[in-house]
């Protein structure tokens, strides 16, 4: 029996890689706002995180996520390009362009070559 197939644009994920993002009080350089949420999509330049609120778009993030099996979290600094309310559940799209200017994120892209 074959399995049922997902339509296409529903995001679909084998295991569910938890994030936590933060934004940045500009002025004291404390953490302003703490979101929690699931990545739908992971890339070496960049990921989409579902979180349950927004956040705004051109904003400086650190993202702290867990990919399960492979040990600690990756700390990460990236910058907010799209945000949007998803249609299929609670929550927002994020859409993160990693910053590239530390050696997390050359750990980060190390994983997808």
Request: contains cysteine; proline residues 7%; hydrophobic residues 40%.
């Amino acid at each position: 029996m074959a399995r049922p197939r997902l339509p296409r644009n529903l995001p679909r994920l084998h295991t569910e890689e938890r994030a936590i993002i933060s934004t940045m009080d500009v002025h004291s350089e404390a953490p302003a706002s703490k979101c929690y949420g699931i990545a739908l999509g992971l890339s070496s330049e960049g990921l989409q995180i579902l979180a349950d609120e927004p956040v705004p778009t051109g904003e400086v993030l650190d993202i702290s996520i867990n990919l399960q099996g492979q040990g600690p979290a990756h700390n990460l600094k990236g910058v907010a390009r799209s945000v949007f309310a998803c249609n299929h559940q609670p929550g927002y799209v994020i859409g993160i362009e990693i910053l590239t200017d530390n050696q997390a994120a050359q750990l980060w892209r190390r994983q997808f070559h």
